[in-house]
Every structure is written in structure tokens, then in C-alpha cells.
């Protein structure tokens, strides 16, 4: 993981491939919301298990790891889960920033993941 500068959103978390990763507002500490359907849309940014997460140059957070239901283990930035956007197409494109999604009886908003973004309020982590 590193940071990249991305016209129109400044710094962001990308991945070794330098696609842009996010957080969902919902989700933090380990919390995911992010399933089935979801999933296929969100990717989760996973590494094989057994591995640690490794940040690059400009990575500020801290860097873990959880175990998903599905067995995948997927990293987290400061405690949330970092996924892609299925509708990126690569380096420096960022379509899903700010899109609020229906994810089962959750709604989920997205936004890049920043190395100074916030933890999400308490209250939106139900």
C-alpha cells in the first residue's frame, strides 16, 4: 500500500497496483458490512493468509488485518476495511468517491481512503 497523488481527490491510499482504495463510513474496528453483492461491486483489498499488510512511503496509519466470513483475510486502515471500486479502470481514477450504495438493509457511503481521513462517528458504526 502507498499514497498517490489523484487529480481532484489529493492524496489517497492505493494499493500495489496503485488503484484507489476506500472506506465506507459504516464500517470501522473491524466492522464489515461489505458482503455478497457488495463484495462484488467493493472488492476487498485481501492478502493471503499468514501475511502482514505492508505500507509504503506516505502510509501514516496503522495497518492490520481481518478475517471475513467468507475466510478472506482483508486489510484495514486505522481499523476499516479498504476496498476497490469495481468501476475504476485503473491508476488515478476514483469514480466511486461519494457514492451512497444499498448494500442489504444497509446503506453504505464511500469515500478514498486518505492517510488523514478520520475514524467514521461512532454512531454510524451501529
Same mark, same amino acid.
Given at each position: 500500500?502507498?499514497?498517490?497523488?489523484?487529480?481532484?481527490? #489529493?492524496?489517497?491510499?492505493?494499493?500495489?497496483?496503485?488503484?484507489?482504495?476506500?472506506?465506507?463510513?459504516?464500517? $470501522?474496528? #473491524?466492522?464489515?458490512?461489505?458482503?455478497?453483492?457488495? !463484495?462484488?461491486?467493493?472488492?476487498? @483489498?485481501?492478502?493471503?493468509?499468514?501475511?502482514?499488510?505492508? !505500507?509504503?512511503?506516505?502510509?501514516?496509519?496503522? @495497518?492490520?488485518?481481518?478475517? $471475513?466470513?467468507?475466510?478472506?483475510?482483508?486489510?484495514?486502515?486505522?481499523? $476499516?476495511?479498504?476496498?476497490?471500486?469495481? @468501476?475504476?479502470?485503473?491508476?488515478?481514477? !476514483?469514480?466511486?468517491?461519494? @457514492?451512497?450504495?444499498?448494500?442489504?438493509?444497509?446503506?453504505?457511503?464511500?469515500?478514498?481512503?486518505?492517510?488523514? $481521513?478520520?475514524?467514521?462517528?461512532? !454512531?454510524?458504526?451501529?
Amino acid at each position: 500500500m502507498a499514497v498517490r497523488d489523484v487529480p481532484g481527490h #489529493g492524496t489517497i491510499l492505493v494499493d500495489r497496483d496503485g488503484s484507489t482504495l476506500y472506506v465506507s463510513d459504516e464500517e $470501522r474496528g #473491524g466492522f464489515v458490512r461489505c458482503v455478497a453483492e457488495c !463484495a462484488t461491486v467493493w472488492p476487498p @483489498l485481501t492478502i493471503p493468509p499468514g501475511e502482514e499488510p505492508v !505500507a509504503g512511503e506516505g502510509v501514516t496509519g496503522q @495497518l492490520g488485518t481481518i478475517t $471475513r466470513a467468507d475466510g478472506n483475510v482483508q486489510v484495514t486502515y486505522d481499523g $476499516r476495511p479498504l476496498y476497490l471500486y469495481s @468501476l475504476d479502470t485503473g491508476p488515478d481514477i !476514483a469514480k466511486g468517491d461519494g @457514492l451512497t450504495e444499498q448494500a442489504g438493509d444497509t446503506t453504505l457511503t464511500w469515500h478514498v481512503a486518505t492517510p488523514g $481521513r478520520a475514524p467514521a462517528p461512532s !454512531a454510524a458504526a451501529g
